[in-house]
C-alpha cells in the first residue's frame, strides 16, 4: 500500500520542521515541507496530501500575537482550500505554534459551523516566563482523536511563552461532554497537575495540553512529540536505561512521541 503524504508547513519564524518531517517519515510516511508561499501560490497541492501539519517555532516572530500573523495569512489566501482539504477524510496536527495557528483559525476546537470562529486562545504562561522543560501527560481514553489511538500517558517536552489554554465555561463544558480534551498535563505520580508548576507549565485550565476537534482527525496540542523520537532524547534516559537493565527489559530505540505520528500513518493502513 502507498504509503500516506504528509504536508509540513514551512515559513518566516517555523523552526520545527525538519523535526516534523522527519518524524512523519520515520513513522512511514511519505513527507515534504513545503513553505506557505508555495502553497498558496498553486493552491491546489493540497489535494495531493493526506496529512497536515503546523510545526513549532515561531511564526512571524509571534510580533501580533503566537500564530495570529500565519493563520491570518492563510485565512485571507487559502482560508476555502483549507476547509476543503479537512472536509476529506485527512488528517491534520499543529505543535506548540502549530496548535496556536490552528485556534486562531478556528480550526480547533471546531464546535462551530462552518469551522472558522475563534472559540478558545493560548495566553501567556502564568509565570510570564518562557518554559522549556519536560512534562508528564495522560491521555483521554474516551476521545475518538486518531493520533492518541492505544496511547495512555507521554513523557515529552514543552518549550513555548503562550501555551496557557483558556476558554469560556461554555467552551468549556462541551469539550469535556465531547470528550475533546485529548491530553491533561499530571504529575510524575499520575494526578492531574491541578494547575501547579512546573507540572501544568503554564497554568492551562483544567491542566488542558491537547485538545481536538469533534471528529477525532484534527488535534493541537502544546508539548513537542518530535522531540522524543528516540530513547536517547529523554531528559532521564541514562536512569531509565540503568533500571531497564536492572529489571531485565529491553531498552527501547525509540522515544514516546513516535506513536503520534505511528497512528497517523496507520490511520491510512
Not at 33 to 38: A, K, R, S, Y
Not at 92 to 98: A, L, R, T, V, Y
Not at 116 to 142: K, M, Y
Amino acid at each position: 500500500m502507498a504509503k500516506p503524504k504528509a504536508l509540513i508547513l514551512t515559513g518566516y519564524g517555523i523552526n520545527c520542521d525538519e523535526e516534523t518531517r522527519f518524524s512523519f517519515e520515520i513513522a512511514g510516511a511519505d513527507a515534504t515541507i513545503l513553505h506557505i508561499n508555495d502553497i498558496i501560490e498553486n493552491k491546489s497541492i493540497l489535494n495531493s496530501y493526506q496529512i497536515f501539519a503546523f510545526p513549532g517555532g515561531f511564526s512571524y516572530g509571534d510580533d501580533t500575537g503566537s500564530g495570529k500573523a500565519l493563520a491570518n495569512k492563510i485565512k485571507h489566501n487559502m482560508y476555502d482550500e483549507m476547509m476543503s482539504f479537512i472536509n476529506r477524510d485527512t488528517l491534520m496536527i499543529g505543535i506548540c505554534n502549530g496548535f496556536q495557528v490552528m485556534v486562531n483559525l478556528g480550526i480547533v476546537p471546531g464546535l462551530s459551523k462552518p469551522i472558522g470562529n475563534v472559540e478558545a486562545s493560548l495566553e501567556h504562561n502564568a509565570t510570564f516566563r518562557f518554559q522549556c522543560r519536560w512534562v508528564d501527560l495522560i491521555i483521554n481514553p474516551h476521545s475518538n482523536c486518531v493520533f492518541t489511538k492505544g496511547i495512555e500517558r507521554l513523557h515529552i517536552p514543552v518549550a513555548h511563552g503562550e501555551g496557557n489554554f483558556v476558554a469560556s465555561q461554555q467552551i468549556i463544558n462541551t469539550l469535556i461532554k465531547n470528550n475533546q480534551i485529548i491530553m491533561q498535563y499530571i504529575k510524575p505520580d499520575g494526578s492531574f497537575a491541578q494547575g501547579q508548576f512546573p507540572y501544568n507549565p503554564n497554568g492551562s485550565i483544567m491542566d488542558i495540553a491537547a485538545i481536538s476537534d469533534t471528529t477525532g482527525r484534527i488535534m493541537g496540542m502544546m508539548p513537542h512529540p518530535e522531540r522524543h523520537i528516540y530513547f536517547m532524547q529523554r531528559d532521564d534516559w541514562t536512569y531509565a536505561r540503568e533500571m531497564s537493565k536492572r529489571q531485565n527489559k529491553e531498552i527501547p530505540q525509540y522515544g514516546e512521541g513516535l506513536q503520534i505520528f505511528k497512528n497517523a500513518v496507520n490511520y491510512y493502513k
